[in-house]
C-alpha cells in the first residue's frame, strides 16, 4: 500500500511514528522520511499506543497543500494548516477501540492489572480518535465494510478504493491435496476453529503465519496440521499455486489474502462475513455463517461438490479489478480533484 502511495506521489515526504529502514523497499527508501520521537522505542511500540496522539501532533506539516494518511490506527491525527487538503485513506477504525474492544478488554488481556489500565486509556483514546476524523476533509475506505465501520465511529461519508494486490505476479499449478491459511495467529483471526475442524477431520492443511497464539495450536493441532511460519513471498506464491484451496476463518477489513489465492486460481472458503463479501466470487468460494468447526466442515463439502466446474482463469480473470493498476487509476483520481501547488506529503502509521 505505502509502496502504491509513493509511486502514485514520487516527490512526497513521508511522516511516521516508527521506521525500521532494513524493512523498507527502495522505492519508500528513495523519499524523505521523518520519524516521530517514539522512534528509539519502536521494538515496545504496543505499549506506547497513550502517546501516539502527542507524537502525531508534533508532526510540522506546514506548507503543505496536501496531507494524505494511511492508517488502520491513529495517523490521521496530524495537525494540518487551514488551507491543506487532508485525505485519509483508512484500513479501519481502530478495532481495539471500537468494534473489538470488548473482545480485547474481556478475552485477550491476560493481566488483570493491564486489563485495569486498559479501560480509562482506551476512552481517552476513542475520544482523541473521534475527534481527530474532523481534521480529514476526504476518507476513502478500502472496502464497503470499511464504509460502514467509518459511518458507525465518526459520522463520515467515504468512497470506496480497493487496495492494491500484486495479483500479476501470482500463478496457478496443478492442485495437491492440502488447504492453505495465511494468517497472524492472533485470537481474533479464529485459526483455532480451523485447526480443530482440521484435526478432527484428517485433512492437511498448512499455515503460513506466526504470532501469540502459536503455542495454543500447536497443543490442539494434529500431525496433518502443519505450521510454517513465517514464509518469503516466492515461498508464499508457490503455497498458494499449489493448494487445493484457501481458508479464511476470521472477519476481515477487506482481506488481501483471498484475493491472492483467487489470483493464484484457487478457490475461497471464508467466514460469510466482512471483506471477504466482497472479494470472494459465489462462483469461486463457499461461505459459511457462523465461526464453528461444524460450519467450516460443511463448506468445504459444499467446495468439494463443485470443483469440477471452477476455472482457475475465471477465479485469476476476477481478481484483476483488485489489481495496483486499477488502484492506481482511482487514487489518482481522488488526489486530482484535491491537487494544488505543492507536493503531497504522505503520512503513514508504520509499525516494524
Not at 502514485?8 to 511516521?16: G, K, N, S, V, Y
Request: overall charge neutral; hydrophobic content about 40%; glycine content about 6%.
Amino acid at each position: 500500500m505505502l509502496d502504491a502511495l509513493c509511486r502514485l506521489l514520487p516527490d512526497a515526504d513521508i511522516f511516521t511514528l516508527f521506521c525500521d529502514p532494513a524493512t523498507l523497499s527502495p522505492t519508500v527508501r528513495s523519499h524523505r522520511i521523518v520519524t516521530s520521537f517514539l522512534n528509539p522505542l519502536r521494538s515496545h511500540y504496543r505499549s506506547l499506543l497513550p502517546l501516539m496522539p502527542m507524537a502525531l501532533e508534533s508532526f510540522d506539516l506546514r506548507g503543505y497543500d496536501l496531507v494524505v494518511s494511511s492508517e488502520s490506527g491513529p495517523a490521521k491525527g496530524v495537525i494540518t494548516s487551514s488551507d491543506t487538503r487532508h485525505v485519509c485513506y483508512c484500513h479501519t477504525p481502530m478495532r481495539y477501540l471500537w468494534d473489538l474492544y470488548p473482545a480485547y478488554r474481556n478475552e485477550w488481556t491476560r493481566s488483570r492489572w493491564k486489563r485495569a489500565l486498559m479501560t480509562p486509556v482506551a476512552n481517552y483514546l476513542r475520544l482523541w480518535d473521534y475527534s481527530s476524523a474532523a481534521r480529514v476533509d476526504h476518507f476513502v475506505a478500502n472496502s464497503r465494510n470499511v464504509q460502514a465501520r467509518i459511518w458507525k465511529t465518526y459520522r463520515r461519508e467515504a468512497e470506496v478504493i480497493y487496495p492494491p494486490v500484486d495479483v500479476e505476479s501470482f500463478y496457478c499449478k496443478p492442485a495437491e491435496d492440502y488447504a492453505v491459511v495465511v494468517s497472524e495467529l492472533v485470537a481474533y483471526k479464529r485459526i483455532d476453529t480451523l485447526v480443530r475442524c482440521f484435526s478432527r477431520s484428517g485433512r492437511r492443511l498448512k499455515i503460513a503465519g506466526a504470532g501469540p497464539e502459536y503455542r495454543a495450536l500447536r497443543a490442539i493441532a494434529t500431525p496433518n496440521v502443519e505450521f510454517l511460519g513465517r514464509v518469503s513471498d516466492e515461498e508464499l506464491r508457490e503455497l498458494y499455486a499449489r493448494c487445493r484451496f484457501f481458508v479464511l476463518p476470521g472477519e476481515e477489513d477487506f482481506g488481501i489474502t483471498p484475493v491472492e489465492a483467487l489470483a493464484s486460481g484457487k478457490p475461497v472458503v471464508a467466514l460469510g462475513r466482512g471483506g471477504a463479501l466482497e472479494t470472494v466470487p459465489f462462483f469461486g468460494g463457499v461461505f459459511y455463517g457462523v465461526p464453528e468447526e461444524e460450519a467450516i466442515a460443511e463448506a468445504i463439502g459444499k467446495l468439494e461438490a463443485m470443483e469440477e466446474s471452477i476455472r482457475p482463469t475465471d477465479l485469476q480473470a476476477w481478481a484483476r479489478q483488485f489489481s495496483e493498476e486499477e488502484f492506481m487509476r482511482r487514487m489518482s483520481a481522488v488526489l486530482k480533484a484535491d491537487a494544488v501547488r505543492n507536493p503531497g506529503r504522505i503520512t503513514s502509521h508504520c509499525l516494524p
